[in-house]
């Protein structure tokens, strides 16, 4: 697995979309590619990552964006598969959440801690079709994070019913207008509040506020179990809570009775408490259920991180022309059919394109270059004699594998941007549908070795939708030569035992030798 440098999503599950029932969690491995026969599944799996990334480009009203300007699912009634029952749709996440930013003071020691160890988390989206509108809602987020498990349940009308924290349960007013659930990005934002006055003794309002519900619940545990005098201030228990930090048991029973020196009465009752206490126990979910938003929020932010930079490339690219009419824009990333290529190579710095035509020349013993003719451009392609030819003109598989190329390259190579994406990362994931279209076997297996040039050169995981053996057969011989180190590459078969059921997926592996694991003979035979 390559290292973590952010959160991110290190591992992703669909059930019940088109033919997947359940492809259990995959890892995001340095390579990943996916065969199979037509219609098993392989695209819709391809496409999870790209259509998870133009939903949290936009803030919509729905929880997720079937179609958009990446992939097109139609619907939730396309998109579910049709055995499925009940007809739900999942998306799980195994997520990284990177604390290295945390500062946190022991407080029995006087000791700040600068960093903690990440945390691995899994939350899954549930979602069905509303009986009402027929539109996509969500109807639970479960969340897994070490022992602790979190469940939010939703009913039609974009309403939290029900929200349990381990042994914990809350149940939300039933008025909607004290919940506020937004769609900025893939998890919501869920708040439970009450707009309060204050009123002077003439009926005039002298201030308002907004309470948190959870928050608020969680307060008058304290009361409603002796935890403290019923004299002490809301806004002193307000500020133990805030020096008590649920994450862990041992550490939070330490922070708890080393906390609140100001409140003999808490000090007595947590004097000889431990965490087999029941009280313990209780205040530790409603602690953490009163920080769910922010969990929520951490979890979302993983998973955006990851998918916000996710390219991909369809398997259907726009063929070459001979001649583009000039627009003067800066463009960020290669579109998905590559039809922005000439624009995108028309950007590049001196220094980038000098960089691409060299790096092209090492995998493709050819070169390319944009031309100018005043209001239009043309793409060339050059070979090692310095001869240009027009794209046009060369066979139609160069074309189809030039958006893969300036794709990979600039995922790991490209350096000087332009300054208006000049801040963007490079992509986390590339995923690509086809790369070896129209190519010659050699020339598929030189894919092979592209793949592998490029985890090296940046930390990149790459998932490829092929029907190359040719690329496959590559790898493996990288594999056994120690080019390529066999943990870095999975390849998963998708495959159907009849044509009305679900699809199966088996991961195999390469051993030291580039033989595969796990590998049915004659896959590749008609």
């Not at 005043?374 to 793409?379: A, D, T």
Request: hydrophobic share 40%; glycine share 6%.
């Amino acid at each position: 697995m390559r290292s973590i440098q952010m959160s991110e999503i290190t591992a992703f599950r669909v059930k019940n979309l088109r033919s997947l029932s359940d492809t259990a969690f995959i890892d995001l491995k340095p390579i990943t590619i996916l065969v199979g026969r037509n219609s098993a599944g392989k695209s819709t799996f391809a496409r999870v990552l790209p259509l998870i990334r133009q939903t949290v480009e936009v803030r919509k009203r729905s929880p997720m964006l079937w179609w958009g300007r990446l992939v097109d699912f139609g619907s939730f009634a396309d998109s579910v598969n049709r055995n499925s029952d009940p007809r739900e749709i999942e998306f799980g996440f195994r997520v990284t959440l990177d604390r290295a930013g945390e500062l946190i003071r022991d407080s029995s020691s006087g000791v700040t801690v600068h960093g903690l160890r990440p945390q691995i988390v899994e939350v899954t989206l549930r979602m069905v079709e509303d009986a009402g509108t027929h539109e996509t809602r969500l109807s639970e987020i479960q969340i897994k994070k070490g022992k602790d498990n979190f469940l939010v349940q939703f009913s039609s009308g974009d309403r939290v019913d029900k929200i349990i924290v381990n042994s914990y349960t809350w149940i939300p007013p039933p008025e909607k207008e004290r919940q506020e659930i937004t769609y900025e990005s893939l998890i919501p934002t869920i708040h439970f509040f009450e707009n309060r006055t204050i009123k002077s003794a003439d009926g005039n309002v002298i201030a308002s506020y907004r309470t948190d519900l959870l928050q608020r619940e969680l307060i008058s545990f304290f009361y409603g179990y002796s935890l403290v005098h019923g004299n002490t201030s809301w806004e002193s228990v307000a500020d133990l809570c805030r020096q008590l930090d649920p994450e862990d048991e041992n550490r939070l029973l330490v922070l708890m009775q080393n906390a609140g020196a100001g409140l003999p009465s808490w000090v007595s009752a947590v004097a000889g408490m431990t965490v087999d206490d029941w009280r313990f126990a209780r205040l530790r979910d409603r602690l953490l259920a009163a920080q769910l938003d922010t969990l929520l929020v951490r979890v979302d932010e993983a998973i955006s991180n990851t998918v916000s930079r996710c390219a991909y490339i369809e398997p259907l690219r726009a063929t070459a022309e001979r001649y583009y009419r000039k627009q003067g824009l800066s463009v960020a990333e290669v579109d998905s059919k590559g039809a922005n290529v000439p624009f995108f190579l028309d950007s590049l710095s001196t220094t980038e394109r000098e960089r691409f035509d060299a790096w092209m020349f090492e995998h493709f013993d050819a070169g390319i270059k944009t031309s100018s003719d005043g209001g239009h451009l043309s793409i060339k392609l050059k070979d090692a004699s310095g001869n240009e030819t027009n794209l046009a003109d060369v066979g139609f598989g160069f074309s189809q594998v030039l958006p893969v190329a300036l794709q990979l390259w600039s995922a790991t190579q490209r350096t000087n941007r332009p300054r208006a994406v000049r801040r963007r990362a490079p992509p986390s994931v590339v995923v690509i549908e086809q790369p070896e279209l129209h190519l010659h076997p050699e020339y598929q297996a030189k894919i092979g070795d592209l793949l592998k040039s490029t985890i090296e050169a940046g930390n990149v995981c790459l998932v490829v939708e092929t029907h190359s053996s040719s690329i496959i057969n590559r790898l493996g011989s990288l594999v056994a030569s120690g080019e390529l180190k066999s943990e870095k590459i999975q390849i998963l078969r998708f495959e159907k035992t009849e044509p009305s059921k679900a699809t199966e997926v088996a991961v195999s592996e390469f051993d030291e030798k580039g033989i595969l694991k796990n590998w049915p003979y004659g896959f590749f035979d008609a």
